[in-house]
């Protein structure tokens, strides 16, 4: 019996907050399944249309729904934290990253990094600036000592590290996940730091 089948047995309340988390975590793949359609969508109009292009309301409902999805999948994530955090004030956190790690209907890391968004900001800043991206904040933020308290992160100064090998500063608000990510993997490698691969490395 696996380690998180049989601690579910013995504590209900271990059991019911693992069902939450399951439950959440199957609503986020639902999510990212429709995110996913909505894409495949907008890119066969991209085919038809051809070299004639497509004006930005040719796409309108496409984008409409794509951001009101992208707001559903931070709200679930931001969830998934804030139960993942539940586990860990029930267990301590090497017992619940042990039993997270142990359960195959949960991603072990997603899990734990969401529960960091969700000891540092409220769900209405993650939503507003998507869970993905104040993933890569929370870390970036860790790795150069940065504390935001209550205040909404968008205005605080992030330093990018560009292809050239030269830093860029620009407000947070104006940088994406993606930049913020390989800014953070880079300063993880100059520092000797283990870098952990997600999903997203392996395409």
């Avoid at 907008?42 to 004006?55: H, I, P, T, V, Y």
């Avoid at 931001?78 to 142990?102: F, S, T």
């Avoid at 308290?149 to 992030?158: Q, R, T």
Wanted: charged share 30%; with cysteine.
């Amino acid at each position: 019996m696996r380690k998180a089948e049989q601690l579910a047995k013995e504590k209900p309340e271990i059991r019911k907050v693992l069902d939450d988390l399951i439950e959440l975590f199957t609503e986020h793949n639902r999510c990212c399944y429709q995110i996913g359609t909505l894409y495949n969508q907008m890119q066969e109009k991209f085919d038809r249309a051809g070299a004639e292009g497509l004006s930005e309301s040719d796409l309108e409902t496409e984008t409409k729904s794509l951001e009101a999805h992208g707001s559903r999948e931070s709200s679930i994530c931001y969830r998934m934290g804030l139960k993942y955090n539940e586990l860990k004030q029930l267990l301590g956190q090497e017992e619940a990253e042990a039993l997270i790690e142990d359960d195959p209907n949960l991603s072990f890391t997603e899990v734990v990094l969401f529960g960091k968004v969700a000891e540092c900001f409220s769900e209405a800043r993650t939503v507003a600036h998507g869970i993905h991206k104040m993933v890569q904040l929370v870390e970036y933020a860790k790795l150069n000592g940065m504390t935001f308290g209550d205040a909404d992160p968008g205005a605080s100064e992030i330093s990018l590290l560009q292809q050239s090998g030269r830093w860029k500063k620009c407000a947070f608000r104006d940088c994406s996940a993606d930049e913020l990510k390989q800014t953070v993997i880079a300063i993880k490698v100059q520092r000797g730091i283990p870098v952990e691969k997600d999903f997203d490395d392996f395409l």
